[in-house]
């Protein structure tokens, strides 16, 4: 054990995903077709790949991380529970093939509840959904949570050909208004964001993540998303903090000066309307978070700006993190005397059971009820 002295909850961890395990689960004739090309998810992005660039599990020749150095990972650092997202699975919007995104999403569904769900109950799951065929989108996501007791589901960034609060989706939300559900934006892709031809990755993957988190926040809020739906609680995941603020100051001086005309009850915010204080709102109801990396240095800046209930604990294992910096970025939070010892919790553990709220165990159950 690390010995941090803290309760953790892990709201962003990731799968590294077993083409051959997940293939095993989809249905012919897909199957066959995918194991010749050995592949199922499209590239993420042309971003990626095609540098010398290294991480540091890369750099440190670290094996590929599957349940059993998971499991050593949450033992090692101390965490209760994690929430997992995919890896290659980010780039799911990327699949033009309507029928093919149906299989895809629900080999993965099915591998990610057999592999991971029925191992260990500390692993939980975001399922992906085939937002390409809305109709069907929605009865993944139903089946995902009714059958294999997943949070919810996991929106791309990017890749989608319309941005997350257009109305050809709005049935995804009704889905997850109706289950009591959470979803979650997840970045990773970078392209098509003005970074295309950057010849260094480091900037790319600095600015990739949280644009298309802004750009989909934004639109999920004048689409009216929250107002149409008011079960509806979404997560913007691996962007960090900064995006937060940076649409706070820029929506607020432009809703000002910038007035369009939208029919009554069509869209939302109202011109008469603040968006600033309609975020705070969403984040004072419990309906608006974003994941953090302990280390961000406008974190101190942003719990005064908006409070310490957005704010989810995100470990990235086992992407560019390892359990050595975990456990050293969780011990300067601990050790910071700009965040409350209020602040630390809520973030460590406290948003994520409230935005994910997972199912109590039966004896949990029990003494619950009992008082």
Known sequence: MSGLNTRIIDGDGHILEDNPGILEHMEQPYRDIAAKKGIIFPPIDHLHDGRAVETPPLRDGREKVGPDGWLQFLEDVGIDWTVMYPTQGLGYGKIVSLDYAVAACKAYNDWTYHTYLQRDPRFNAMG??????????????????????????????????????AKVYWPIYEEADRLGCCLAVHGGCHDRFGLDHMNMYTPV????????????????????????????????????????????????????THFQYVPDGEFSIGEEDDPAKIIKKLIEEDR?????????????????????????????????????????????????????????????YRNAERFYKPEPEPAEAAVAAKA
């Open 128 to 165: 992906l959904i085939p937002m390409q065929d809305t109709e069907e989108a929605v009865k993944e996501l139903r089946r995902i949570v009714t059958e294999q007791g997943m949070m919810g589901a996991m929106m791309p960034s990017n890749g989608l050909p319309l941005p997350l609060g």
């Open 205 to 256: 993957h600095a600015l990739g993540h949280p644009w298309g988190i802004t750009l989909n926040c934004a639109n999920i809020l004048y689409n009216g998303i929250f107002d149409r739906f008011p079960n509806v609680r979404i997560a913007f995941l691996e962007g960090g903090v900064a995006w937060l603020l940076l649409l706070l100051e820029r929506l607020h001086a432009s809703h000002e």
């Open 288 to 348: 608006f978070y974003l994941g953090i990396e302990t280390e961000e240095l406008t974190l101190p800046f942003a719990i005064k700006t908006v409070g310490h209930r957005p704010f989810l604990y995100s470990s990235d294992f086992p992407h560019e993190v390892t359990t050595k910096s975990c456990i050293h970025d969780i011990g300067e939070l601990m050790e910071s005397d700009e965040i409350t010892a209020d602040d630390k919790a809520a973030m460590l």
